[in-house]
């Protein structure tokens, strides 16, 4: 129960408090303009939810990708600087705007159905049974980076058997990748063997999307990821 309860809160940090905080802030801070004649501060509902939404989910990616970058990322890490983060805001918030309303207005019937329809339309297309198992393709390698960064704190993989290897050894082992390529072997389809740093494997794709799989592997294990 204990963990339920600390990942339903890691995940209102991560998706939705920050952005909420910052959405609020701009808010106020038009409200301010607007007592001068200059601005309206109302907000519809879905817009509210969809920029605390957006902002949430970017902070959380940039902060884990810097954390990751460095070789110390940790959910409790990730989590205490959300809600740094937070704290400050709410509190910047309430000294500077507290006296300031923040105007949400209802959204139309219309935007909530065509939210709905798009939630479940994108529920069909990316859920169950689509998704990928195969290993050694792309979504396979996205789940071990993800993995990997749970249980590392790093982006990049410390691998000692394959910085054990003489070089002169390495071309019978692996496969050599062509001259315009990133480095000169391959470890596995997806992972480059480093040609600067012994026994670092480089993974090949974009990180943001790994680095949310390993939020999710860190909360809820494989099935999270």
């Known amino acids: 129960m204990l963990e339920i309860f600390l990942a339903v809160l890691f995940l209102s940090l991560a998706l ?7 959405t609020a802030g701009f808010s106020k801070s038009a409200a301010a303009r607007r007592d001068n004649g200059s601005c309206d501060n109302s907000i519809e509902t879905i817009e509210a939810l969809f920029l605390s939404l957006v902002l949430s989910v970017s902070l959380t990616g940039i902060l884990t990708l810097f954390l990751a970058q460095i070789g110390f990322y940790s959910l409790p890490v990730l989590f205490a600087l ?5 704290i400050g805001i709410a509190v910047a918030l309430w000294l500077r705007w507290k006296s300031l309303e923040w105007r949400v207005t209802p959204s139309p019937k219309t935007e909530w159905l065509a939210v709905l329809a798009i939630l479940i339309g994108g529920g069909l297309l990316f859920l169950r049974p689509h998704e990928f198992v195969y290993g050694a393709a792309d979504a396979g390698v996205y789940v071990n980076l993800g993995a990997n960064l749970d249980r590392t704190g790093a982006l990049l993989i410390q691998e000692p058997l394959a910085a054990a290897i003489a070089p002169d050894l390495l071309p019978g082992l692996l496969r050599e990748q062509p001259p315009d390529s990133p480095t000169e072997f391959i470890r596995l389809p997806g992972f480059y063997l480093s ?3 012994p026994g670092e494997i480089i993974p090949q794709f974009f990180p943001l999307h790994p680095l949310w799989l390993g939020i999710g592997y860190g909360l809820f294990g494989t099935t999270g990821a």
Do not use: K, N, W, Y
């Open 195 to 197: 040609d600067s740093v």
């Open 16 to 22: 939705f408090l920050p952005g909420f905080l910052v």
């Open 82 to 86: 959300l809600a740094f983060f937070s």
